[in-house]
C-alpha cells in the first residue's frame, strides 16, 4: 500500500510539472541563418532550462529566419522542429531532443535487365552501365541487351562513345533505355587545306588545336605549346638556349633527305593560307586555331613538300562589337640543365700545344 501510494504521488507530480518547462514563462527570440545547435544553445542562455540532445543531429539543420514574440518554451521549439524529424520531450527539469524511431526499408539487390537501343531502334553493344555509388557494373552484349545486379532506386548511369551520357533510376520491371548522338563534336569545325569543313565530314588524319589550349602554357614560342597536345606530332627540343623553340614531326622521321627543298624533315608550315612560314615567328596569342594534317591528303594538296605533313595556322581576326581590351602577363624562366666546368685560358693552350706535339710524333 505504501510503495503504491508513493509511486501515484511521483506520478502526479510529474504529470503536473510536466507543462512547467514548455509552457510557464513566455519568450522573445530571434533567430538567422545559424544552425539548430546554434538556437539551441542561444535558448538555454536566455531561458537558463537545459538541454540533453545529439550536437550532430542538429548541426545537420539550419534556420534561415525565425523570429517568436512572447510565445512559450514549447511554441518555440515547436516551431524550429517543424521542417525536421526530430522530436523533444520534458524530463527531469530539462527538455530532451531526440530522434523518433522510423521503420527502415532494406532493398535487397537483384538482377535487374534492359536493353539499349538508338533513337532509330539500332542495337547498341558494348554499352558500358555502372550503378551510382557502388562499383557495380556491366557491358550491353551483341544485342544490346543487359543484366546487372542493383536495388530499385538506383541510378544507372550509361555511357557510350558517341553518344550522349544518360542516369536512370532503376523501377520494378525491366529498363528500356535509349541513348542519342553526340552530335557537338560533329558539327565542330576543321580548317584543311582547301577550306574549311565539318568534322563528321573529314575522313583524313587531322589533329586540331585552338587558341584557349596554346594559351595554357605560358611558353615563349607556337612550337612549344603544340608539345604533348597533338596525337602523332613530336616535339623535339634540341637546344636549350633561350628563346629556342622545338622542331616538329609528324608520325616519326621521314625517308626523304635528299637535299633541297627536301632535306627538312619537319612538316610544311601553312600561316593564313601562305606557305613556308615559321612556326615560332608567331606570337602564341595571336593563333585562332591549329589544324595538323598527318596523311595523304596533305601531299593530295601541297604536293611533295608535304611529305612530312602540314601545320596549317589560322591566326585571330577582327570581330564585330565594341572593342574590348585584356592584358595577359606571363614570367618564363630557363636556366641550363648542367653547367661544366671548364679550363682557363693558360691551361687550355698548353693542353692544345701537347696535342699538335702528339699529332707531329
Do not use: W
Not at 679550363?343 to 698548353?350: H, M, N, P, T
Amino acid at each position: 500500500m505504501l510503495t503504491s501510494l508513493l509511486f501515484a504521488t511521483a506520478m502526479l507530480a510529474s504529470a503536473s510539472s510536466k507543462g512547467q518547462l514548455l509552457e510557464k514563462e513566455q519568450y522573445s527570440v530571434s533567430f538567422r541563418n545559424e544552425t539548430l545547435e546554434t538556437c539551441i544553445r542561444k535558448i538555454r542562455q536566455l531561458t537558463g532550462v537545459e538541454f540533453a540532445y545529439n550536437p550532430e543531429e542538429l548541426k545537420q539543420f539550419s534556420i534561415s529566419e525565425k523570429h517568436f514574440d512572447r510565445q512559450n518554451l514549447g511554441s518555440i521549439l515547436s516551431g524550429l522542429f517543424a521542417a525536421t524529424p526530430l522530436a523533444f520531450r520534458e524530463m527531469d527539469n530539462s527538455i530532451v531532443i531526440y530522434a523518433p524511431l522510423q521503420q527502415v526499408i532494406v532493398m535487397q539487390d537483384q538482377n535487374v535487365r534492359g536493353t539499349v537501343r538508338s533513337p532509330r531502334g539500332e542495337i547498341l553493344p558494348g554499352v558500358s552501365i555502372r550503378v551510382k555509388g557502388k562499383r557495380a557494373g556491366a557491358v550491353s552484349d551483341k544485342d544490346g541487351d543487359f543484366i546487372i545486379r542493383c536495388a530499385p532506386g538506383d541510378v544507372l548511369q550509361f555511357s557510350f562513345l558517341g553518344y550522349v551520357s544518360q542516369e536512370v533510376t532503376v523501377g520494378n520491371g525491366p529498363l528500356r533505355v535509349v541513348l542519342h548522338e553526340d552530335n557537338a563534336e560533329l558539327r565542330e569545325v576543321i580548317v584543311v587545306g582547301y577550306g574549311e569543313q565539318r568534322k563528321r565530314n573529314v575522313v583524313g588524319a587531322i589533329g586540331t588545336i585552338d587558341a584557349k589550349e596554346i594559351q595554357r602554357s605560358p611558353v615563349v614560342n607556337a612550337s612549344d605549346a603544340l608539345a604533348g597536345r597533338v596525337p602523332g606530332l613530336m616535339a623535339v627540343k634540341s637546344a636549350g638556349g633561350p628563346g629556342r623553340g622545338s622542331a616538329l614531326y609528324i608520325r616519326g622521321f621521314s625517308t626523304i633527305n635528299s637535299g633541297p627543298p627536301l632535306n627538312s624533315l619537319s612538316p610544311l608550315v601553312v600561316v593564313d593560307g601562305i606557305p613556308g612560314r615559321g612556326l615560332d615567328n608567331l606570337d602564341p596569342n595571336e593563333i585562332e586555331t591549329i589544324s595538323v594534317l598527318k596523311d595523304a591528303s596533305a601531299s593530295a594538296v601541297y604536293g611533295a613538300r608535304a611529305a612530312n605533313g602540314v601545320i596549317l595556322v589560322t591566326t585571330k581576326k577582327g570581330m564585330r562589337g565594341a572593342p574590348t581590351i585584356s592584358l595577359n602577363s606571363s614570367v618564363v624562366m630557363q636556366r641550363p640543365t648542367r653547367l661544366y666546368d671548364i679550363l682557363d685560358s693558360y691551361d687550355y693552350a698548353v693542353l692544345q700545344n701537347e696535342a699538335y706535339k702528339n699529332e707531329d710524333n
